[in-house]
């Protein structure tokens, strides 16, 4: 079972009390009355403070990681037996992929300002980082931007957007809701998984649907896309560019070394980065315990509370600077350094009660548990996660849930 902790439920038994809403396994949900101040409030001021210093420490130390992980790779070579040196090159792949997550996550710190109170030190580190790992960075910078605007805003939001019941249907070719194989879940979360990263860069794939407007025009390489404005055009111009140098980079290297050193030293690690990404964005966003709002009931702080954090251990905590652990506070403050953001997500709790949502169950198994439980939202201003597999509240159509 999910482990997510809650405080004791609100009543629900007065006529001038709000809606309750049920979630994915039945439970009350009344959305929240608390403000962006009232939280903001209650976090301590130096948690707001930034370091150019201590956050290039961190860059230093990840590419050190990524180094040594290098170093060894070179060495796999002397294995004598084929399947050790078959295993080494799998766990450098792993071991290598949750370094560049890493990575990954400080050039995110530089989109939000959190990497240090200078934009120029942010966008030239986050450029390099993020081109490094083939995301042009002002191009994501700018959407996700607009994502933390408008989280849990099913016309605003940027990504992750949950289908209602009817384009839920259309995306698994299917007239009529029926329980789900398990074979299924596993065939559309692979995909997700490997594909979904690369997917939304190039056609904003689980982001804002733009009805008439070709994938090739949704692309974040594009600067006419429609999640831009006229003024980004130039970032959008370097960020391309950053594309450009590291494809360049990565063709000579492959001149020079082939294709399979290039799949063995980068591509594979580059793959198991994508895979984190995704996997790490959709279980923030995605739990049965969070709503989704229409314009008439949505606010900051409701959207910003429509997240939950969750724990990878030494993983998390360490390689991945606290994104998991965390994320709940860098929606109501995205410029808080992960450095400070577990004392700042201390300090919101308290405001928060029992809509602060955790959830510490296994990383990989919630993975699974949510793909079966959050297939589709319905509801009235609020919105809550359904599924066709018999988990927890039925939805309006289909089968009734157990």
């Given at each position: 079972?999910?482990?997510?902790?809650?405080?004791?439920?609100?009543?629900?038994?007065?006529?001038?009390?709000k809606p309750v809403y049920k979630d994915t396994f039945g439970r009350d949900f009344v959305p929240p009355d608390f403000t962006i101040k009232d939280i903001l409030d209650a976090i301590p001021k130096h948690c707001f403070d930034r370091s150019l210093a201590h956050s290039l420490a961190y860059v230093a130390r990840d590419i050190f990681y990524a180094a040594?992980?290098?170093?060894?790779?070179?060495?796999?070579?002397?294995?004598?037996?084929?399947?050790?040196?078959?295993?080494?090159?799998?766990?450098?792949?792993?071991?290598?992929?949750?370094?560049?997550?890493?990575?990954?996550?400080?050039?995110?710190?530089?989109?939000?300002?959190?990497?240090s109170p200078y934009k120029l030190a942010n966008d030239i580190v986050g450029w390099i980082l993020h081109s490094a790992l083939f995301v042009p960075y002002h191009s994501w910078r700018i959407t996700h931007s607009k994502h933390h605007k408008a989280t849990g805003h099913l016309a605003r939001d940027m990504v992750f957007i949950p289908?209602?019941?009817?384009?839920?249907?259309?995306?698994r070719n299917i007239a009529e809701l029926t329980e789900e194989a398990p074979i299924v879940t596993l065939y559309f979360l692979f995909i997700q998984q490997v594909f979904g990263w690369p997917a939304y860069l190039a056609a904003n794939v689980t982001g804002q649907n733009y009805p008439g407007v070709s994938y090739w025009s949704l692309s974040h390489f594009v600067p006419s896309a429609p999640m831009f404005d006229a003024k980004d055009f130039w970032d959008i111009i370097i960020s391309d560019v950053g594309i450009l140098v590291a494809g360049t980079l990565a063709y000579l290297g492959i001149q020079q070394w082939?294709?399979?050193?290039?799949?063995?030293?980068?591509?594979?690690?580059y793959l198991w980065v994508n895979n984190w990404l995704v996997c790490i964005t959709y279980l923030q966003h995605t739990d049965p315990s969070l709503p989704h709002y229409d314009a008439s009931e949505w606010n900051f702080a409701r959207g910003a509370a429509a997240t939950v954090d969750r724990d990878f251990g030494f993983i998390g905590r360490h390689l991945f600077h606290e994104i998991i652990e965390t994320h709940v506070a860098h929606h109501y403050s995205?410029?808080?350094?992960?450095?400070?953001?577990?004392?700042?997500?201390?300090?919101?709790?308290?405001?928060?009660?029992?809509?602060?949502?955790?959830?510490?169950?296994?990383?990989?198994?919630?993975?699974?548990?949510?793909?079966?439980?959050?297939?589709?939202?319905?509801?009235?201003?609020?919105?809550?996660?359904?599924?066709?597999?018999?988990?927890?509240?039925?939805?309006?159509e289909g089968k009734k849930a157990k």
């Open positions: 079972m999910s482990t997510i902790t809650y405080t004791q439920r609100r009543p629900s038994v007065s006529l001038t009390s040594c992980l290098f170093g060894l790779a070179t060495q796999i070579h002397h294995i004598p037996s084929l399947p050790g040196r078959v295993v080494a090159w799998v766990l450098y792949g792993f071991a290598q992929g949750l370094v560049g997550t890493g990575i990954w996550v400080l050039a995110h710190e530089c989109g939000h300002g959190a990497f289908k209602d019941i009817d384009r839920y249907k259309l995306s082939g294709w399979a050193s290039f799949a063995l030293y980068y591509f594979i690690p995205s410029r808080i350094p992960f450095y400070h953001a577990e004392e700042a997500t201390i300090a919101i709790r308290k405001v928060m009660g029992k809509h602060y949502k955790q959830d510490k169950t296994n990383l990989i198994l919630a993975l699974w548990k949510t793909a079966r439980a959050c297939q589709f939202v319905e509801g009235d201003g609020v919105k809550m996660y359904r599924n066709s597999n018999g988990i927890g509240v039925a939805p309006k």
